[in-house]
């Protein structure tokens, strides 16, 4: 890789970054105080939870909403996004809506995030980004493996990190979006899942396991009559590294209309912003 590149590489993961810094260290934030699952036995829980992820690239497709909250000290934020994602091909597309500052600046325009097996496409990034230019960020380069700096989880990493499930519990039958589905609950083990995960996650799931404070992810997962996601909601923390504050974020990936129809197309190289990057 030449010294090109590697600059590159480093901007953009400061670019990416700014998606979650931008709410927690802004202040202009609001402060407050597939196999059908049949046996709900605990041994086999954990069995069921690793597989969640075979359903889902079983299902091929799916709509997606995402949540992530983030809290440090008494402020606490939440990004939301919604979108489509293909499972086979793991490439994913969603509208990623900061926040609205209370102070009433101007509401920022939705980010476009492109997901792809290592990268991340950003659009309307700002920052001094052209509006018809995309920001390409290396997933693996990013301390947190993407699972918290885009402002949204990777809807499959979100799945392949239940691979990892060191312990799982049934708690009892609910209901997501007029859905039947049983509720898991347990916690995952980021090293493990990255040596169970497919090519496209493996390494950010290996950057996350050194990256986070804890390499452990409580997890709360709700799968329906086939084994796939509806809901899943892991529990990460790591340390702000421009504050050197603990900070806790619950993301959280809500999947329906499994087989919708998806067309993501990543950017062309002349479509990739190369410029300089306006500090925020």
């Given amino acids: 890789m030449t010294e090109r590149q590697q600059h590159r590489q480093?901007?953009?993961?400061?670019?990416?970054?700014?998606?979650?810094?931008?709410?927690?260290?802004?202040?202009?934030?609001?402060?407050?105080?597939?196999?059908?699952?049949?046996?709900?036995r605990d041994g086999d829980a954990v069995k069921i939870v690793r597989r969640a992820a075979d359903a889902l690239a079983g299902a091929r497709t799916s709509k997606a909403r995402t949540s992530m909250e983030m809290a440090t000290g008494g402020t606490r934020v939440t990004i939301r996004g919604e979108g489509v994602y293909d499972f086979r091909r793991q490439v994913g597309r969603l509208k990623v809506l900061l926040p609205q500052d209370p102070a009433g600046a101007p509401a920022q325009r939705p980010i476009v995030e492109l997901l792809a097996p290592g990268a991340l496409f950003m659009k309307n990034r700002g920052a001094g980004v052209p509006a018809d230019k995309w920001v390409r960020v290396e997933t693996r380069s990013l301390s947190d493996g993407n699972l918290v700096t885009g402002g949204a989880t990777d809807p499959y990493a979100a799945a392949e990190v239940l691979r990892g499930a060191r312990t799982a519990k049934y708690v009892g039958e609910e209901e997501v979006a007029g859905t039947a589905v049983r509720h898991y609950r347990g916690k995952a083990d980021l090293r493990v899942a990255a040596r169970e995960a497919s090519d496209g996650?493996?390494?950010?799931?290996?950057?996350?396991?050194?990256?986070?404070?804890?390499?452990?992810?409580?997890?709360?997962?709700?799968?329906?009559?086939?084994?796939?996601?509806?809901?899943?909601?892991?529990?990460?923390?790591?340390?702000?590294?421009?504050?050197?504050?603990?900070?806790?974020?619950?993301?959280?990936?809500?999947?329906?209309?499994?087989?919708?129809?998806?067309?993501?197309?990543?950017?062309?190289?002349?479509?990739?912003?190369?410029?300089?990057?306006?500090?925020?």
Wanted: net charge negative; proline share 3%.
């Fill in 10 to 40: 480093r901007r953009g993961a400061g670019v990416a970054a700014g998606v979650l810094c931008v709410c927690l260290a802004g202040s202009g934030c609001v402060a407050e105080s597939g196999a059908a699952v049949d046996d709900s």
């Fill in 201 to 280: 996650n493996a390494e950010s799931l290996a950057a996350a396991a050194k990256g986070f404070a804890t390499d452990e992810v409580p997890f709360d997962v709700y799968l329906d009559d086939e084994g796939r996601i509806r809901k899943v909601r892991h529990r990460f923390s790591f340390v702000n590294g421009q504050q050197q504050s603990a900070v806790a974020v619950a993301s959280t990936t809500v999947l329906y209309d499994f087989g919708a129809p998806v067309d993501v197309r990543l950017p062309d190289g002349d479509d990739i912003y190369a410029g300089k990057i306006a500090e925020e």
